[in-house]
């Protein structure tokens, strides 16, 4: 791994909400910057209404872009999610898809409540920053 995550003593633990509180990048490292992926099929088309299928969609479409670059999940040192008229029940789907991709060590993340994305059925996006050593 080409980056360094860490959870500083005395702040809360984030890891079970899906993120890191911080991240480092040693110097001469590539940065891959991966575009708001969302929940579409090869042809562009939202693959379903459903939120919780949106973020593993989205998520599946993040590691085909991170593989055209020869990288994994486990490069990514950032993420930034964006859901439409967030509420605490979308946390769920999220913190669960980045648990499993992850295995307990989420690279650093904000979330973004927004009122509307590209179009009116997509309900979330993530963009992030890979790092290649």
Request: no cysteine; charged share 15%; hydrophobic share 45%.
């Given at each position: 791994m080409a980056h360094t995550l860490v959870n500083p003593d005395g702040l809360?633990?984030?890891?079970?909400?899906g993120y890191a509180h911080t991240a480092a990048v040693p110097a001469g490292a590539e940065?891959?910057?991966?575009?708001?992926?969302?929940?579409?099929d090869p042809d562009g088309a939202?693959?379903?209404a459903d939120f919780a299928e949106q973020v593993k969609r989205t998520f599946h479409n993040l590691g085909t872009a991170l593989a055209a670059?020869?990288?994994?999940?486990?490069?990514v040192v950032q993420l930034?999610?964006?859901?439409?008229?967030h509420d605490v029940t979308k946390?769920?789907?999220?913190a669960g898809t980045v648990a499993e991709l992850w295995r307990?060590?989420?690279?650093?993340?904000?979330?973004?409540?927004v009122a509307s994305l590209a179009t009116p059925d997509v309900l979330f996006?993530?963009?992030?920053?890979?790092?290649?050593?």
């Open positions: 809360h633990d984030p890891t079970p909400f940065l891959v910057l991966i575009a708001g992926q969302y929940a579409s939202v693959v379903s670059h020869g990288l994994d999940f486990a490069d930034r999610t964006y859901v439409v008229n946390l769920g789907p999220i307990g060590k989420p690279p650093v993340q904000t979330l973004l409540g996006e993530v963009e992030a920053v890979a790092v290649r050593a």
